[in-house]
């Protein structure tokens, strides 16, 4: 129906502009591509952009925080709607380590096949943990990010 259909970007509701993007900026390396105003709104809108993807980044004054059920993996099955934005690496478990090294709020693992995310005070390998194909994490605004196995998938 759609020939020409490309994904273009995701939409996150954030507590601050700034802060999110400098945190996307750092963390994943995204470039401001502009920044507008929504007055009759009382919005403030930001896209960034790498290869070719683009997050809107959003700044409602009076918007509430990420409820309770949404700030894990497994509980925010419970709320239906848009469930998070996915990356993929070649090497989750590097990626789990450096997002741990930054500070970055792991909310779950998953180290085998069919199993649940599950939370670990440290990402690191220690002996007897498989190394991670799959986290999710949260941003400076409490939304789930997953980042997955590159070759867990065939492109």
Same mark, same amino acid.
């Given at each position: 129906? =759609?020939?020409?259909?490309?994904?273009?970007?995701?939409? #996150?509701? *954030?507590?601050? %502009?700034? &802060?999110?993007?400098? =945190?996307?900026? &750092? #963390? =994943?390396?995204?470039? %401001?591509?502009?920044? /507008?105003? %929504?007055?009759?709104?009382?919005?403030? *809108? /930001?896209?960034?952009?790498?290869?070719?993807?683009?997050?809107? %980044? =959003?700044?409602?004054?009076?918007? *509430?925080? *990420?409820?309770?059920e949404r700030l894990k993996p497994n509980t925010d099955l419970l709320v239906q709607g848009t469930k998070h934005i996915a990356f993929s690496v070649e090497n989750v478990q590097d990626a789990a380590e450096k997002l741990h090294a930054r500070g970055v709020r792991i909310v779950g693992i998953m180290r085998g096949h069919g199993t649940p995310m599950q939370h670990e005070d440290t990402p690191c390998l220690d002996g007897t943990k498989q190394p991670a194909m799959a986290l999710f994490f949260l941003d400076n605004s409490d939304v789930l990010v997953e980042i997955i196995r590159r070759s867990d998938f065939a492109d």
């Open positions: 129906m =759609f020939p020409d259909l490309k994904p273009h970007h995701v939409g #996150i509701s *954030v507590r601050n %502009l700034d &802060e999110a993007i400098a =945190f996307w900026s &750092e #963390i =994943f390396g995204f470039e %401001l591509d502009f920044k /507008a105003e %929504l007055k009759p709104i009382r919005t403030t *809108v /930001a896209f960034l952009k790498r290869d070719g993807f683009r997050i809107e %980044l =959003f700044e409602k004054y009076g918007a *509430v925080a *990420v409820p309770e």
